[in-house]
């Protein structure tokens, strides 16, 4: 059995895919986070999963972006740790908006020309997770 130390103020994000950790990881820019510690464990045993990864990130709460990581994997659990203690367990779902996580494929949207313009994405059918570009209504499906 391996232990992974405690942290004293950060987040625990449970329930990953196997083998997603390491994408989540880039996707949101953890490692560019400055003086923060990031465990990465994958395959864990899970009773509801089978297998599992788990993302341990020390770090000032509210420095990671809820809305980015609910976008990713809304099925992700946080653990809001302080003072080595979880004090908060949130659920994630689909973001309503996002910004600059993906961006539009249209050639003619203002995006493409405008290279400062943010990259705004609208959830319009949250059943089917599809998200609209802000500026010109092109569609993203996630999965």
Request: overall charge neutral.
């Amino acid at each position: 059995m391996i232990n992974v130390g405690a942290i004293k103020e950060g987040y625990v994000l449970d329930h990953i895919k196997a083998g997603k950790a390491l994408s989540l990881y880039h996707d949101m820019k953890l490692d560019e986070l400055k003086d923060s510690t990031v465990a990465i464990i994958t395959n864990a045993q899970s009773k509801a999963m089978g297998r599992k990864d788990i993302l341990k990130v020390e770090c000032p709460v509210g420095t990671i972006n809820l809305d980015v990581l609910g976008f990713l994997d809304h099925n992700i659990t946080v653990n809001v740790i302080k003072d080595e203690q979880i004090v908060e367990k949130k659920k994630l779902s689909l973001p309503k908006e996002i910004h600059n996580v993906i961006t539009c494929k249209n050639p003619r949207c203002i995006t493409s020309i405008e290279q400062e313009l943010e990259q705004v994405f609208i959830l319009t059918d949250e059943e089917n997770a599809v998200y609209r570009c802000k500026y010109c209504e092109e569609k993203y499906r996630k999965n």
